[in-house]
């Protein structure tokens, strides 16, 4: 029904940038909530930024706050992650989620909130 396909993922010195994408399939995009997670070896999958269905309200995790933002395009079905001023502890892979029925104008934080999930793209971050 609903697919998720994340990229941009790759190599870069620590203080550069990256931009990742996920593109989503269908045609209901913008009924969704979306969201982006990280999972850094050996460690839980955590929260890193959300946006509303609308694009209008977007929420982030502490330890990116400031440095990422996500944004969202419903006419290309797309959602981004700008990744500003990386550190080596931003290494991970980066998932793309939605939320089929979120509340109006929510951003969901918890993973079991989301209904539909990438496969992944890594991040890697030289110190």
């Known amino acids: 029904q609903v697919q998720l396909v994340e990229s941009g993922g790759g190599f870069v010195q620590a203080g550069g940038s990256l931009r990742l994408s996920c593109a989503a399939s269908g045609r209901t995009f913008s009924w969704y909530a979306m969201g982006w997670f990280r999972q850094a070896p050996g460690k839980e999958r955590e929260f890193v930024a959300a946006?509303?269905?609308?694009?209008?309200?977007?929420r982030y995790g502490d330890s990116v706050k400031g440095r990422f933002t996500i944004s969202r395009d419903n006419a290309k079905n797309t959602v981004d992650l700008q990744m500003n001023s990386l550190k080596f502890e931003d290494t991970a892979v980066y998932y793309c989620?939605?939320?089929?029925?979120?509340?109006?104008?929510?951003?969901?934080?918890?993973?079991?909130?989301?209904?539909?999930w990438g496969q992944g793209t890594q991040v890697t971050v030289s110190s």
């Open positions: 946006i509303s269905r609308g694009g209008g309200h977007t």
């Open positions: 989620a939605a939320d089929w029925r979120p509340s109006f104008d929510s951003t969901p934080t918890a993973k079991s909130e989301y209904d539909y």
